[in-house]
């Protein structure tokens, strides 16, 4: 039922080809891919003030981590959430604390304090899950469930002036109004392939934008972008923006996580940054985890030709429990966060003077353009069987 609502916004996109970027013709580019590393003045796009914000989260992130390792160990039977605050990370777990997060916090690197929750992101979903199924009004008037991070219970979002009964599943419901989420779609990229360029559609003739290079255990390299991408056809054609240069055909889906991989020759660690007609390049250090709380980045092609570079200063507000399972998060400034075109593109912290890969960017909220969703790289190696950022390239 939710993901109904999705196809139709991204197929009215495509047809709107007149907004943000989406049906994008080849034509000759004005410039050519741009190599070369950013500076450390403009690595990632980011202000010095944003990038002194990212590092700052640094040792939280870290602590987050050991307990998101924890969680995987022990189980999420009894795990709510995690949020990263100013100086300290809050853990949300309900019933009594396992004596291996006991053991994290004591060993973690910045400040942890764990909170009694009233319900478990297990049960949340379960929840979040009936309510999709019993849903008593137009499909599209839910615009999205999302955990509220301290296991309080969940968020509806539906408009005000229509609003219907939710049904009762046993938690606490909060009903909230905050819009909705539409699919979000540098120009002449080469080999290896990079994030943050626009990729075209040689068969639908919209274009999204280059997430990251990937690599699965055998080896195999891949362009992780969104799966919206593509129609319903298997195996579409895509190219550079400029339509110059064959990519690949679109390759594994998993259309509900709104993820995909393009099978292609050779692709990089880099991601670009800059303006539409090049570099800078940044290179991506790793995979990490995303957190409540957490400040991110974001660089999709459109982006970059509106804003003349990536838009930071986002940060991570809600983790979506329909069968989606996306990240919200919000621009702090009340910037749009994204573009139509920007779908696919690259979500990313900063740190030790690269890129932390973190997602891809799936929708943008057409009422309140400063919320975004993306899908978070774990989610990403799941589903495709263990795929990584390229190290190399």
Not at 13 to 42: H, I, K, N, R, W
Request: charged content about 20%.
């Amino acid at each position: 039922m939710f993901r109904r609502k999705f196809v139709a916004l991204a197929a009215v996109l495509v047809v709107a080809s007149g907004y943000a970027g989406l049906g994008v013709q080849a034509t000759p580019a004005a410039a050519g891919s741009a190599a070369g590393s950013a500076g450390a003045e403009e690595l990632g796009g980011a202000t010095a003030e944003e990038r002194a914000a990212m590092e700052r989260q640094v040792p939280l992130v870290a602590a987050a981590n050991l307990v998101q390792d924890a969680v995987e160990e022990v189980g999420a039977a009894h795990y709510s959430g995690i949020v990263l605050r100013e100086a300290h990370v809050d853990v949300y777990w309900k019933g009594a604390v396992s004596p291996l997060l006991s053991e994290v916090v004591e060993r973690a690197s910045a400040p942890v304090r764990i909170h009694p929750a009233a319900y478990s992101i297990v049960e949340l979903r379960a929840a979040s899950a009936k309510i999709e199924a019993a849903w008593p009004g137009d499909p599209d008037d839910l615009y999205g469930i999302r955990m509220i991070p301290d296991g309080s219970g969940l968020e509806v979002s539906s408009p005000a002036n229509r609003r219907v009964a939710v049904p009762n599943v046993g938690v606490p419901i909060t009903l909230v109004d905050e819009g909705r989420f539409v699919a979000a779609s540098r120009r002449d990229d080469f080999v290896p392939w990079s994030g943050g360029a626009q990729i075209y559609n040689g068969n639908r003739g919209n274009s999204c934008t280059s997430g990251f290079g990937v690599i699965n255990p055998a080896g195999a390299q891949y362009i992780l972008t969104a799966s919206h991408c593509a129609g319903n056809i298997n195996g579409e054609s895509f190219y550079n923006g400029t339509g110059s240069r064959f990519i690949g055909h679109m390759g594994p889906r998993h259309h509900t996580h709104d993820i995909a991989l393009i099978p292609t020759n050779r692709v990089s660690n880099t991601v670009y940054t800059g303006s539409e007609h090049g570099g800078p390049l940044a290179r991506v250090i790793r995979r990490e985890n995303v957190f409540v709380g957490q400040y991110v980045c974001q660089s999709g092609y459109m982006m970059a030709r509106q804003n003349g570079g990536a838009r930071c200063n986002i940060e991570v507000t809600r983790f979506r429990t329909t069968a989606d399972r996306q990240v919200e998060a919000r621009q702090r400034s009340g910037l749009r966060g994204a573009f139509a075109g920007d779908s696919g593109g690259p979500v990313y912290s900063i740190c030790c003077n690269g890129l932390l890969g973190l997602g891809t960017l799936t929708h943008v909220n057409i009422d309140y353009p400063s919320f975004i969703r993306f899908q978070d790289l774990a989610t990403a190696r799941r589903d495709f069987g263990g795929i990584e950022p390229i190290s190399y390239g």
